[in-house]
């Protein structure tokens, strides 16, 4: 079995997800930096979402990983063995 390898299924949408990546942090920033409440609140919360656009823009992307392996019984194979009388036959000469 090879290793399985990263391949984005809609690459074209690369420069959207950064787009809303960016426009989330900052709106993210903005918002929290002038929230109301305890820095532990606003920091877990601010993670949170920032996590929750990540998975957005990863999901706009569309990750794939394609990786190869053998069919089930494609490599086995079949050991014979003769031990018939035939095989004791001799030429005279």
């Known amino acids: 079995m090879t290793l399985p390898s990263l ?4 690459p074209h949408w690369m420069a959207g997800a950064f787009a809303l990546m960016g426009v989330a942090t900052a709106t993210l920033m903005w ?9 532990s609140v606003r920091i877990c ?8 656009f990540a998975a957005l823009a990863l999901i706009l992307i569309e ?31």
Not at 31 to 39: D, E, G, I, N, V
């Open 7 to 10: 391949i984005w299924g809609s």
């Open 31 to 39: 918002s929290y930096l002038h929230a109301r409440a305890k820095r």
């Open 45 to 52: 919360a601010a993670v949170l979402k920032a996590l929750a």
């Open 63 to 93: 990750p794939l990983l394609a990786g190869s392996r053998p069919r089930r019984g494609a490599n086995a194979f079949v050991i014979l063995a003769d031990n018939s009388q035939s095989l004791l036959i001799r030429d005279g000469g």
